[in-house]
C-alpha cells in the first residue's frame, strides 16, 4: 500500500508543472488525497515497525508515527470533499451531487480542525482519555463510505451517458471507480458492523489503496496503471475474503474442522484467482486478450520471420489487433 500510493502521489505531483489553471486546481486536490492516503499507510507501517523493534507506546517514535497515522485518517473525509467535483465531469445530472460533496467541506473544515486539536492534544500528553481517540477514528472511518457512496452515484450516471470512443475510455474509468467504491462500502460497513479495530484497519488499507489506483487512472490514465489495476483489484477483494473466511472458521464451534476448511479455503482462491483477473482485464480494462496470449501470439509471430523486409507489413498486421 505504501509503495503504490506513494507512487502515485509522486506522479500526480509531476503533472503540477505541465498543468495550469483549472488542471492545476485537480491537481492539488487529487494529490493532496493521495498525500493524506499514502501518511495513513505510512503511519500503520511504522507503527507495526515500531511494535517489532520493541518500541512501546511510550516511546517518542511510536506517539510519532501513531500521530501520523490518526492525523492523516482525520483528514481523510476533508481530502475527499474535494475529489467530488473531479467525479462529476460535465453530466448535468450529477451536479447537485458535486454541490453536495463541496457543502460538506464547509463542516468537515471545523470537524477536521477539531480531530486535528485532539490528536495534538493526546500527542503532547495534555489528553489521555481514550475514548476521544476512538470517537475521532471511528466518525473519520464512518465518512469515508458517505462519500464513496456519492463517487457511486456519478460513476453510473456518467457511465450511462458514455457515447463516443474517448467517453468509452472515461466509461472503463468509471467503472473501475464503481467497483473500488463498492468494495470499499461492503468492507468498511462490514468491519464497522463487526466492531473489529484489526478488520477496520485492513478494510479502510485496503479501501484507500484501490481508490487511490481507480482516480489515478481515471484522470490521469498513468503508464503501468492498467497493471496495478489488473492485480491489485482481484487480490484486494480476494484477501477480503479470505479475512473473512478466516474469521469464520475461528469463530465455528468445530475446531477440528478448521485445518481442512483453511485448506480449502486457499485452494479455492489460488483457481479463483486467475478467472477473476481475466474478468478484470475484460470488462473493466475493455481487453479482449489477455495479456498472455498476446506475448504467445506475438511470439510466434516473431519466429516465423526470416527476412528483415518482412517487419515492416508483419508490424501492422500483427499487433494492430
Same mark, same amino acid.
Given at each position: 500500500?505504501?509503495?503504490? !500510493?506513494?507512487?502515485?502521489?509522486?506522479?500526480?505531483?509531476?503533472?503540477?508543472?505541465?498543468?495550469?489553471?483549472?488542471?492545476?486546481?485537480?491537481?492539488?486536490?487529487? @494529490?493532496?488525497?493521495?498525500?493524506?492516503?499514502?501518511?495513513?499507510?505510512?503511519?500503520?507501517?511504522?507503527?507495526?515497525? #515500531?511494535?517489532?523493534?520493541?518500541? @512501546?507506546?511510550?516511546?517518542?517514535?511510536?506517539?510519532?508515527?501513531?500521530?501520523?497515522?490518526?492525523?492523516?485518517?482525520?483528514? &481523510?473525509?476533508?481530502?475527499?470533499?474535494?475529489?467530488?467535483?473531479?467525479?462529476?465531469?460535465?453530466?448535468?445530472?450529477?451536479?447537485?451531487?458535486?454541490?453536495?460533496?463541496?457543502?460538506?467541506?464547509?463542516?468537515?473544515?471545523?470537524?477536521?480542525?477539531?480531530?486535528?486539536?485532539?490528536?495534538? #492534544?493526546?500527542?503532547?500528553?495534555?489528553?489521555? *482519555?481514550?475514548?476521544?481517540?476512538?470517537?475521532?477514528?471511528?466518525?473519520?472511518?464512518?465518512?469515508?463510505?458517505?462519500?464513496?457512496?456519492?463517487?457511486?452515484?456519478?460513476?453510473?450516471?456518467?457511465?450511462?451517458?458514455?457515447?463516443?470512443?474517448?467517453?468509452?475510455?472515461?466509461?472503463?474509468?468509471? #467503472?473501475?471507480?464503481?467497483?473500488?467504491?463498492?468494495? @470499499?462500502?461492503?468492507?468498511?460497513?462490514?468491519?464497522?458492523?463487526?466492531?473489529?479495530?484489526?478488520? !477496520?484497519?485492513?478494510?479502510?488499507?485496503?479501501?484507500?489503496?484501490?481508490?487511490?489506483?481507480?482516480?489515478?487512472?481515471? $484522470?490521469?490514465?498513468?503508464?503501468?496503471? *492498467?497493471?496495478? &489495476?489488473?492485480?491489485?483489484?482481484?487480490?484486494?477483494?480476494?484477501?477480503?475474503?479470505?479475512?473473512?473466511?478466516?474469521?469464520?472458521?475461528? @469463530?465455528?464451534?468445530?475446531?477440528? !474442522?478448521?485445518?481442512?476448511?483453511?485448506?480449502?479455503?486457499? &485452494?479455492?482462491?489460488?483457481?479463483?484467482?486467475?478467472?477473476?483477473?481475466?474478468? !478484470?482485464?475484460?470488462?473493466?480494462?475493455?481487453? *479482449?486478450?489477455?495479456?498472455?496470449?498476446?506475448?504467445?501470439?506475438?511470439?510466434?509471430?516473431?519466429?516465423?520471420?526470416?527476412?528483415?523486409?518482412?517487419?515492416?507489413?508483419?508490424?501492422?498486421?500483427? $499487433?494492430?489487433?
Amino acid at each position: 500500500g505504501v509503495l503504490i !500510493v506513494g507512487l502515485q502521489t509522486f506522479l500526480i505531483a509531476r503533472q503540477w508543472r505541465k498543468a495550469h489553471g483549472v488542471e492545476r486546481r485537480k491537481v492539488l486536490e487529487c @494529490g493532496l488525497f493521495c498525500l493524506m492516503t499514502f501518511l495513513w499507510q505510512f503511519g500503520n507501517l511504522a507503527d507495526e515497525a #515500531a511494535l517489532a523493534l520493541n518500541l @512501546g507506546p511510550s516511546s517518542s517514535v511510536f506517539k510519532a508515527t501513531f500521530f501520523i497515522r490518526r492525523t492523516a485518517l482525520d483528514l &481523510i473525509p476533508l481530502a475527499l470533499s474535494y475529489l467530488s467535483p473531479l467525479f462529476a465531469g460535465h453530466s448535468p445530472g450529477s451536479e447537485w451531487l458535486s454541490r453536495f460533496g463541496r457543502w460538506l467541506r464547509f463542516g468537515l473544515w471545523p470537524w477536521s480542525i477539531m480531530l486535528l486539536s485532539i490528536q495534538v #492534544a493526546w500527542l503532547f500528553g495534555w489528553l489521555t *482519555d481514550p475514548r476521544f481517540m476512538t470517537f475521532s477514528s471511528r466518525y473519520s472511518v464512518r465518512l469515508i463510505p458517505v462519500f464513496f457512496i456519492i463517487f457511486t452515484i456519478q460513476s453510473l450516471r456518467q457511465m450511462r451517458k458514455s457515447v463516443t470512443v474517448k467517453q468509452s475510455q472515461l466509461k472503463k474509468a468509471n #467503472a473501475v471507480a464503481l467497483i473500488a467504491c463498492l468494495a @470499499g462500502i461492503a468492507a468498511i460497513v462490514a468491519a464497522d458492523w463487526l466492531n473489529n479495530g484489526v478488520y !477496520v484497519r485492513l478494510a479502510v488499507m485496503a479501501t484507500l489503496t484501490t481508490f487511490a489506483i481507480a482516480i489515478a487512472y481515471r $484522470l490521469y490514465n498513468f503508464p503501468f496503471m *492498467d497493471t496495478f &489495476i489488473r492485480h491489485a483489484t482481484p487480490g484486494v477483494l480476494l484477501v477480503t475474503v479470505l479475512v473473512g473466511g478466516v474469521a469464520a472458521g475461528l @469463530g465455528s464451534d468445530h475446531p477440528a !474442522v478448521l485445518p481442512l476448511w483453511l485448506v480449502l479455503l486457499s &485452494i479455492s482462491l489460488i483457481y479463483v484467482k486467475e478467472p477473476f483477473e481475466r474478468w !478484470v482485464e475484460r470488462i473493466l480494462m475493455g481487453f *479482449d486478450e489477455s495479456i498472455e496470449s498476446q506475448e504467445n501470439r506475438i511470439g510466434m509471430a516473431i519466429r516465423s520471420l526470416t527476412r528483415r523486409e518482412q517487419f515492416a507489413s508483419w508490424v501492422s498486421e500483427v $499487433l494492430a489487433p
